[in-house]
């Protein structure tokens, strides 16, 4: 299933400017020429360099369905913290992280990304995953770089709760062969994070053509694949050094895994002490 990418806050205020008035345009123009120092602003000095009142700020950050210009511009810091090049963020790093230090300073990243990806996947959203991914004999996962770890992840850990999974990109067929002898009935779930691989995004683009239910789990909603994903679950990636931080989408899988793994507990119960009985003889001291 395709689906129309959600459009990013900056692509809404350049695409209606022919509706604004004249001032709403002075504001939009300085807010676009601002846009990464924005939030750094309290309205009262973006008030007084555009010589826009308040109130009129305030109206103009609720045409985008904002309560007001703070919402407004917590949706606004999202969006730059998806864009801004991780490498960068290291490279800017003072912290001083000798001894223990770095242990705490990562650990404290990491419950912020968890805390996070609690706010920001929507119940709905979870439970409708959960759904598709019950409902799907087979559920199959891809992504690059370090998203071929998650990919990874979650075969293995769907497989440890009996739900059939596989990596696109195991066996002797390509990713492209392999997406195209799927059943409709079956679930792709593709990794995409920031730089955004050109091949996941081709191979999400393809199964969206042939009519294959494609869900994406990236880090916005407004990444490159959501345009070919029929649901985005977007999920922190902030660390402290330049790759993807792992915690909040190792949270996120075991919790999918565990809600499975509840609706059929007895049968896996019975399954898990048949299978430890023979792993105990044949592979492990006891």
Request: net charge positive; glycine share 2%.
């Amino acid at each position: 299933m395709t689906r129309m990418r959600k459009k990013s806050l900056k692509d809404q205020l350049r695409e209606n400017t022919d509706s604004y008035s004249r001032i709403q345009k002075k504001l939009a123009t300085f807010l676009l020429e601002n846009w990464n120092e924005i939030p750094l602003m309290s309205i009262e000095h973006i008030s007084k360099e555009t010589g826009v009142s308040t109130a009129t700020i305030s109206r103009f950050a609720r045409i985008f369905a904002f309560k007001g210009f703070y919402d407004f511009k917590d949706r606004l810091k999202d969006e730059i913290r998806v864009t801004v090049n991780p490498v960068d963020r290291f490279r800017q790093l003072k912290a001083d992280l000798s001894g223990k230090k770095p242990l705490v300073t990562v650990a404290r990243q990491d419950v912020k990304n968890i805390n996070k990806l609690i706010a920001m996947v929507k119940e709905e959203n979870f439970l409708n995953l959960v759904e598709m991914i019950e409902k799907a004999p087979r559920v199959y996962s891809f992504g690059a770089s370090i998203s071929s770890i998650f990919s990874n992840l979650i075969r293995y850990i769907f497989n440890q709760v009996q739900k059939e999974a596989h990596c696109l990109d195991e066996g002797n067929m390509s990713v492209e062969e392999k997406i195209v002898t799927l059943r409709k009935d079956d679930l792709i779930i593709f990794c995409s994070f920031y730089p955004y691989s050109k091949s996941t995004i081709s191979f999400a683009q393809l199964a969206g053509e042939l009519g294959l239910q494609v869900v994406a789990i990236s880090d916005s909603e407004f990444s490159p694949i959501s345009e070919y994903a029929a649901l985005v679950l977007p999920i922190p990636r902030e660390n402290v050094l330049f790759t993807t931080s792992v915690s909040a989408f190792s949270v996120l899988i075991n919790a999918i895994a565990t809600e499975i793994a509840y609706k059929k507990k007895e049968e896996l119960t019975e399954s898990i002490n048949r299978t430890d009985k023979i792993l105990k003889k044949y592979y492990f001291l006891s």
